[in-house]
């Protein structure tokens, strides 16, 4: 099995929904150049987290492959039902000591609870990989989830390991949660070809 992970395009700001902002029209943008480059490569399925940000992101894509697509709660940022949504580009821009809070221990940083957003993670990405067997899945998440699945792959401690770009994609290749292997990480050719 395959799996396309990418992150959703740069949400708006000042938006009236703070806590779960649709795209900006730079991420429209991005969605619209991710769903060309997903055109080429057989995708038969869409899965989304159902936060607007990723599921405006992931209907381009489906609308431009024709197919259907799902969401899936556990695909959701750490931050998913909080009033404000904070990019990492943003928190990035914190002081220092708040930065390196949010480094040590995101999830608690944004408010959840890091066993159960794991969890819920490693859950949708086994149901995913149950219900799709032998099928190329593309699916529009957070950098969180993101993060999680490559640190559950490589074995590493924490969850703040990569910092995947809007609309980057992540590909793996296996059959089980236990045998996924990474086949690239954070790709952005397919927006910065178009954006040049």
Known sequence: MNLILVRHGKPAKGSANAGDPPLSDEGRLQAQRVARQL???GVQHIV????????ETAAESARQLDISKEALAGLSEADAGKALYRSVEDLRKLESSQWESFMRDPVTFLGGDPVSFRKAVLSAFESILANHRHQKVAVFTHGLPINVMLSHVLKLEGITNFVPHFCSITRLT???????????????????????
């Open 39 to 41: 055109a080429t490569e």
């Open 48 to 55: 989304h987290s159902p936060l607007h940000r990723a599921e």
């Open 174 to 196: 296996g059959e089980t949660i236990d045998t996924l292997q990474i086949v690239s990480v954070n790709e952005t050719l397919h927006i910065q070809a178009e954006a040049d």
